[in-house]
């Protein structure tokens, strides 16, 4: 299946300029179905930059310089989680940006995530006020579901709760209706102007869609050249819930997290996107590097994007996806490359701190490696 491509031609209906960059002159109403830096995608009254930062490993210590640099090159868009245990940080580098006049508040698209452990009704304002008080912010643009199965909550800063054995202590009882009733209240209090969800499959994200009152307006999966999700991205379409991709990379780091964790890596499935030999021909030919074309791809399939960096250099040159357009032959020949589920790099398979467990009716493989 060739994946929808919704690059040059067909953006219009999906990608809107921002609100805040640009004067409206000749040039830009020419380009208007174009992408750039400030394109969005839009699900009800949500606008989601195409392109954020992500933050998961990133150090506390390297967040403020990585954010300015961010800031200035044009990001608009920061993905966090409470998971990541770095909002700290991120929120003391915001309000000093903030307090400088250079970026105003209402510019940026911040989101965050409740944690496993912060799976229940009850939990989840207390999570969300945590982690706008960690952030320093009156309201998040996004609040994501991180993940659709719960863990028993030991204290707001065990993260991976394990029992004397060093099993991870999951709550059967996770009700993903009822958390989404209380992701509800929390818009209707605006500590959050959208809710969403991440890492639901389609039966998870339709239990949702038949029982909520407000939209969910995102899904963030883990998606790149290899795990593509085409039938994922065509329900979500349908069903107006824009896609986050996570990993667009490949998360090259994976390994040695885990490692670094203590979780064992056997069975993990290295990919490597940016060696694969079409990519490295394509970018070539635009005089790009490979996770250019990567992420070019990503978002002209309609996704918006989040690499994660903390080295300046590469935050820059991440960005630089603005000023080329893969042709409709290099796109099908990415499409291509997609391997389904065995284009996984989040996955379960045997290893210690998986687990599979049954939830919502649906049957869910999970590894834990936040
Ligand atoms: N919802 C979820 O469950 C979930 C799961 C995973 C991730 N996420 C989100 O998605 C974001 C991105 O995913 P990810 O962090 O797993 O992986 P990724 O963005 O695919 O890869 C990040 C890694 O690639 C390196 N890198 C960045 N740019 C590079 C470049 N141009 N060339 C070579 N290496 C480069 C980074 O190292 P340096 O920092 O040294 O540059 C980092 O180690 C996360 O940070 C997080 O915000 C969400």
């Not at 909520?212 to 085409?230: A, D, F, G, S, W």
């Not at 940016?274 to 990567?294: T, V």
């Not at 978002?299 to 590469?314: A, D, F």
């Amino acid at each position: 299946m060739i994946a929808p491509r919704l690059g040059r031609h067909a953006v219009a209906s999906v990608f809107r300029l921002g609100s805040c960059q640009f004067p409206v002159n000749q040039q830009s109403l020419r380009y208007m179905s174009k992408l750039t830096s400030r394109s969005v995608v839009t699900s009800g009254r949500m606008k989601m930059p195409v392109f954020g930062l992500g933050t998961w490993q990133s150090p506390p210590e390297d967040i403020d310089t990585a954010l300015k640099v961010a800031i200035q090159t044009g990001y608009r868009h920061i993905d966090t989680a409470y998971s990541y245990q770095n909002e700290t940080a991120i929120g003391a580098s915001l309000a000093k940006m903030f307090d400088t006049g250079k970026i105003k508040r209402e510019d940026l698209f911040i989101v965050t995530k409740l944690p496993m452990i912060g799976n229940r009704a009850e939990d989840v304002e207390v999570f969300l006020r945590k982690s706008l008080e960690n952030l320093k912010l009156d309201y998040v643009d996004l609040y994501l579901i991180h993940i659709p199965i719960g863990m028993v909550n030991r204290g707001l800063n065990v993260i991976f709760p394990k029992d004397e054995q060093g099993n991870l202590l999951i709550d059967h009882s996770t009700n993903i209706v009822e958390v989404w009733k209380a992701m509800e209240a929390q818009v209707d209090a605006g500590r959050t102007k959208n809710i969403g969800l991440s890492n639901f499959n389609q039966s998870q994200i339709k239990r949702i869609l038949d029982n909520c009152r407000i939209h969910p307006t995102n899904l963030q999966v883990e998606m790149h050249i290899y795990l593509q999700q085409k039938d994922l991205v065509s329900f979500c379409k349908q069903n107006d819930i824009t896609v986050c991709a996570y990993s667009s990379l490949g998360s090259p780091a994976l390994l040695t997290v885990m490692k670094h964790r203590g979780f064992s890596t056997e069975g993990v499935r290295v990919l490597r996107p940016m060696e694969d030999p079409l990519i490295i021909e394509i970018a070539k030919r635009y005089n790009k590097q490979p996770s250019h074309i990567l992420l070019r791809y990503l978002i002209e399939y309609g996704v918006v994007v989040i690499p994660k960096s903390t080295n300046p250099s590469r935050i820059k040159q991440n960005f630089e996806v603005f000023d080329f357009e893969l042709t409709k032959e290099e796109f099908e020949r990415i499409s291509a490359l997609d391997r389904g589920e065995e284009g996984r790099i989040f996955g379960g398979r045997g290893n210690k701190g998986n687990f599979r467990v049954r939830i919502e009716g649906s049957l869910c493989n999970f590894r834990l490696v936040l």
